[in-house]
C-alpha cells in the first residue's frame, strides 16, 4: 500500500513536492489544497483532488502525511500546529531564531492528535543542520560556519512580498568571498553576521507605493535583513521575470577543529550544495521525511520532530538489508 500525500499550498514547493513524489514509488499524491478557488489550479497529476483549504478536515481519514508548502513569515506559524491536530505532517519553516518556539507549539499540537510532526525540513534548516550536528560530534574541538548562496531564498523573497506596496520580490544571499576563503583555509576566523553575507532584493513595487518606506522595512526587519548589509533594487516587473526568474541557491557548511594530544593537528570538513532549483531541491529533502513520518507513526510515536531526531535509514525507500549491503 502505498503512502497517501497531501500539499497544502501549491506554489513553487508546492509543485515541486508533486515533482519529487514521481520519483517515489512508494507514494502517491491524493489532494492539493489552495487558498484559490480550487477550479482555477491546474496541477501536474491527473486524477488528483484540489480542494479548498477550508474543507482539509474532511480529508482527515484519506491522507497519510500532509506536506506544507507555506511561507515561514505568517502561514506555518499558524498551519502547522492546527494541521498536526488532524495529519502526520512535515513543514519546512526557516527562521532560525523562532524554530525552539515553533517546535513547542507544533509538539502541543501533534501530541494532542497523536500525530507526528516533522519540521524545518529542507537544505538549511535541514541538511545543513545534520552536517553541523556529525561534524561538531567528531571534531568537538572547533568551529562551525555555515554560507549560504549565491542564490534566492524563498523564504526571504516571501517575507519582502508580504510589504504593503509590494507586487514581487526577489532576494538573494550572497556569501562574502573573503570569508569563505578564510574559513577554508583553516584559519579560524571570527566573523560576524555582517561579514560573511550580503542580501541583495530586487523589488517591484505598486505605482502608489512609498518605495523609501518600504526600503526601511525590508533592511529593518528582524530575523531577516537587519543583521545583513542589504541592498534594495526597485525593477519593473517585466525586468525580474526576464532577469531573476530562476531560484537557483546553495551554500556551504565547514567545521574547522583540532585533534592531537597538542591540538597540532588541523581538520576541515566542507559540505556543499549547488542547486539549480531550490524549491525542488528542498521537496525533494521534505518528501524524502514524509516517509520517515509515516513510519513512526505506525510505530505508536506522536509529537514534534526534527531532522535531528530521525535515523538516515528511516528516509530510505530501501532495507536495512540493502543499504547495509550497498552504503556501508
Known sequence: MKIRIG???YGNLGRGVESAIRQNPDMELVAVFTRRDPSTLKINTEGVIVAHADDVAE???KIDVMILCGGSATDLPVQTPQLAQL??????F????KIPEHFENVDNAARMGEKIAVISVGWDPGMFSLTRLYSQAVLPEGENYTFWGKGVSQGHSDAIRRIDGVLDAKQYTIPVDSALEAVRSGSCPNLTTREKHQRECFVVA???ADKALIEKQIKEMPNYFADYDTTVHFISAEELKRDHSGIPHGGFVFRTGKTGFNKENNHVIEYSLKLDSNPEFTSSVIVAYARAV???NNS???GCKTVLDIAPSMLSIKTPEELRKELL
Open 206 to 208: 505598486s505605482e502608489d
Open 294 to 296: 509515516y513510519r513512526m
Open 94 to 97: 526557516d527562521t532560525h531564531a
Open 300 to 302: 505508536g510515536d506522536c
Open 59 to 61: 480529508y482527515k481519514d
Open 7 to 9: 500539499i497544502f499550498g
Open 87 to 92: 495529519f502526520n505532517v512535515v513543514d519546512s
